[in-house]
């Protein structure tokens, strides 16, 4: 499976944008999509996670309530609409595939958000 992630951008406090990440090659009904991020000087965080298959979903605490992912099977794509952004989402963000979500196999390369204060 390859992944390419899509949709980042400059966005002010408050403002929104959502991420893209299309996939070729087939995700199994029971794997994940999950988006993480690398904000500057800082470790990859788990961000969001969506089972393929649908319809389970969880969330980090820092996004739960501004952050949605969904996926599109049919064009086998996935999406993290992010709403209300504030300057802490700076960063890198990353779609993944995994079989869980401990464990996660295939990585796109990240598209930046910036949001300014």
């Known amino acids: 499976v390859q992944l390419q992630a899509s949709g980042g951008g400059v966005a002010q406090a408050g403002g929104s944008l959502r991420l893209s990440c299309a996939a070729s090659?087939?995700?199994?009904?029971?794997?994940?999509m999950g988006w993480f991020r690398r904000a500057p000087g800082k470790e990859r965080e788990f961000v969001a996670m969506?089972?393929?298959?649908?319809?389970?979903?969880s969330y980090s605490d820092s996004v739960k309530g501004r952050f949605t992912i969904s996926r599109d099977n049919a064009n086998n794509t996935g999406y993290l609409q992010m709403n209300s952004l504030a300057p802490e989402d700076t960063a890198v963000y990353y779609c993944?595939?995994?079989?869980?979500?401990?464990?996660?196999?295939?990585w796109g390369k990240g598209t930046l958000v910036t949001v300014s204060s």
């Open positions: 969506i089972k393929w298959g649908g319809p389970n979903s």
């Open positions: 090659g087939r995700i199994l009904s029971t794997y994940y």
């Open positions: 993944s595939v995994g079989s869980n979500w401990k464990r996660w196999m295939y």
